[in-house]
């Protein structure tokens, strides 16, 4: 089970999240500017969350560092996209931004678990 929280809004693929929750777990829908940039398709709407926790696989956390105290090469910011067509979630991305070395570690431990879950992916992507 992927056992997918975003800001503790638990997601589960084909079932409906009402508005008024998704603004409870900071989720808004993109501006402009976001818009311009998020590739969906038609008939979806995409509700976003920046610098939000994301946990998944029972053994994968994933969380903003804004605190600078600790050196900038230590900040990092998270970003979620969930991908609604009707009231239904149909896909949901995360990205973790402004800090390649902690994206390419995180990413490895993000691929470890879900590998741990689902058993080692087909073809692997470099």
């Known amino acids: 089970m992927i056992n997918l929280k975003i ?6 693929f084909g079932k ?17 500017l976001g818009k311009l940039v998020i590739k969906k398709e038609s008939g ?3 509700w976003w969350s920046k610098n939000c926790k994301i946990f998944c ?16 090469d230590m900040m990092l910011g998270t970003s979620s996209y969930l991908f609604f067509k009707g009231n239904l979630i149909k896909k949901v991305t995360f990205q973790l931004v402004g800090n390649a070395i902690a994206a390419k570690w995180i990413t490895e431990k993000f691929t470890e678990s879900a590998s741990n879950l689902f058993g080692e992916p087909q073809a692997k992507s470099n």
Do not use: C, M, W
């Open 7 to 12: 800001n503790e809004l638990r997601i589960e």
């Open 57 to 72: 696989f029972d053994d994968f956390y994933l969380f903003p560092n804004l605190d600078t105290s600790f050196g900038a």
């Open 44 to 46: 979806q709407t995409v």
């Open 16 to 32: 409906t999240i009402e508005i008024p929750e998704l603004k409870k777990h900071k989720f808004k829908k993109p501006g402009l």
